[in-house]
């Protein structure tokens, strides 16, 4: 076995002993919303949005952005778990700004190792084989973060089955003290009607 599976049996056989009753803890969401957020390991939505096990739905991916598999999630959310408010947050250094659809297309069709950054851009190992799949991909990087919370809140808003009733709020998670900033252009668009 590897360290890391090791490490992760074992915080999980501490957490069973203290598991108690959230075992009884019902499906939907008890604060009834939902939040969308990038997958960065230095992001705890539980920390940072005050929330306990069985609050909230927390759905994640690279930069927080409303992909298909994203409004999915958030429709799901709410048409069969009863949630009535949602969040996109995306956060300040994020690795989405880092590259482009080009670079990493371009990454993937050198080689499928993991490729290195520095000041001077990425780098990849270049010891293929690679694949030239990642250039037909829309990666939803991130240019300009207000930007993209703006038009992921849009996208959201603009989907036909997203009831219009139910607020979505813009906010940028600043990595380097935490605070939760919002994004007033992207709040007045998801404004409920």
């Known amino acids: 076995m590897s360290k890391v599976l090791d490490e992760v049996l074992a915080a999980n056989a501490d957490y069973v002993e203290d598991f108690g009753d959230k075992g009884d803890l019902p499906m939907p969401p008890g604060r009834n919303f939902s939040i969308l957020t990038c997958m960065d390991a230095r992001l705890d939505p539980a920390k940072y949005a005050g929330l306990a096990e069985g609050d909230a739905h927390v759905i994640r991916n690279a930069g927080g952005r409303a992909s298909d598999d994203a409004i999915r999630s958030l429709v799901i959310s709410y048409k069969l778990l009863g949630t009535k408010e949602w969040f996109v947050i995306h956060h300040s250094d994020c690795g989405m700004e880092t590259f482009n659809n080009e670079i990493m297309g371009d990454l993937l069709a050198s080689s499928l190792k993991t490729a290195k950054v ?40 603009s989907n036909s089955m997203v009831p219009s009733d139910i607020p979505i709020y813009g906010y940028i998670y600043d990595s380097k003290t935490g605070k939760l900033i919002e994004v007033p252009e992207a709040t007045e668009a998801g404004k409920a009607s």
């Open 118 to 157: 520095d000041a001077s851009g990425w780098h990849d190992s270049n010891e293929g084989p690679g694949s030239t799949e990642g250039k037909f991909s829309q990666w939803l990087t991130i240019s300009d973060q207000n930007q993209s919370v703006t038009e992921d809140v849009k996208r959201i808003r």
